[in-house]
């Protein structure tokens, strides 16, 4: 197919490049052109000067940036995707932004699929990322036809929105997790325990996590520069208080975790790792790492 992908981030440069290497004809769209540049000389495929140019003649266009205004950015107005995107195309958008945003696109163009992902930076570029979509079956069936180049696993949670409404849980469930484990370092550090016999103890039982395999090393280095920034989770963190504001959905530690983050973040560690929630609860609250 001839598919546009708008984003070429952390996540969006390696998801566009396994669409390449599948024999997809791809045209790419960066905001800062140099990355696209940089995206066109290890893949095959050809950069557009702007997202309408991404969906000429396109046969599915993605997306890929940073939250709600950006994506109203590269899909409206005179320069955007839909100001040339055919009807039949199908419209994917894998930025993690609000349900209500999901329901706005799907109004504004026929066939459209929110499909947000999980499995960060690494997950990214192995191709083993987990896809949450909400949108018409058959347009899902679509959208998986060409996900699966960079996926794991594709599921359809329900109709528009839904994907996004996972997306929430999702993260809802990693920022609760990633909290308890930066508090049993922390009690291990202050009472003098071996904090990795612990960690290689615990992991085999019923504390054990993904958290917990792959980030609870690299926090007792104080080392936070795995991909997915703090100034991210509390974005996506705002969408899932917001959502469970309107829904009278009861999030406690939600909000407790995610004012933790705010800290993190006024504290100037705001493009380190989600991990970095060890941080505040040092003595050195930003640790010995430097932002990336």
């Not at 996590?209 to 996506?236: C, L, P």
Request: hydrophobic share 45%; glycine share 10%.
């Amino acid at each position: 197919m001839r598919v546009g992908f708008v984003g070429l981030g952390v996540m969006g440069f390696p998801m566009a490049g396994h669409l390449a290497a599948s024999g997809h004809d791809v045209v790419v769209y960066n905001r800062t052109r140099a990355k696209g540049e940089a995206w066109i000389a290890r893949h095959r495929g050809s950069i557009a000067s702007t997202p309408r140019d991404v969906a000429d003649n396109a046969d599915v266009v993605c997306t890929m940036v940073g939250n709600d205004d950006d994506v109203r950015a590269v899909v409206f107005g005179d320069d955007g995707v839909l100001a040339t995107l055919a009807d039949r195309a199908l419209l994917i958008d894998h930025t993690t932004t609000s349900a209500d945003l999901a329901r706005e696109l799907a109004a504004a163009h026929p066939h459209f699929v929110d499909a947000p992902v999980s499995g960060g930076q690494a997950g990214a570029e192995n191709g083993q990322l987990t896809i949450m979509c909400g949108g018409a079956p058959a347009d899902v069936d679509t959208a998986r036809s060409l996900v699966d180049a960079y996926a794991k696993a594709v599921t359809h949670i329900g109709p528009t929105g839904h994907g996004q409404l996972a997306k929430m849980a999702n993260q809802i469930c990693i920022a609760g997790i990633v909290q308890g484990l930066a508090e049993a370092l922390h009690l291990c550090a202050r009472s003098n325990v071996d904090t990795r016999l612990v960690i290689e103890a615990i992991s085999q039982g019923a504390a054990g996590s993904w958290q917990m395999t792959n980030r609870a090393a690299t926090m007792i280095e104080g080392r936070y520069d795995f991909g997915f920034a703090v100034d991210w989770m509390v974005k996506d963190l705002g969408y899932a208080l917001d959502q469970a504001d309107r829904s009278g959905a009861r999030v406690e530690l939600t909000e407790l975790v995610a004012a933790f983050y705010r800290e993190v973040q006024a504290a100037g560690a705001n493009r380190f790792d989600t991990s970095s929630l060890l941080t505040r609860l040092e003595a050195d609250p930003i640790g010995s790492s430097s932002p990336t």
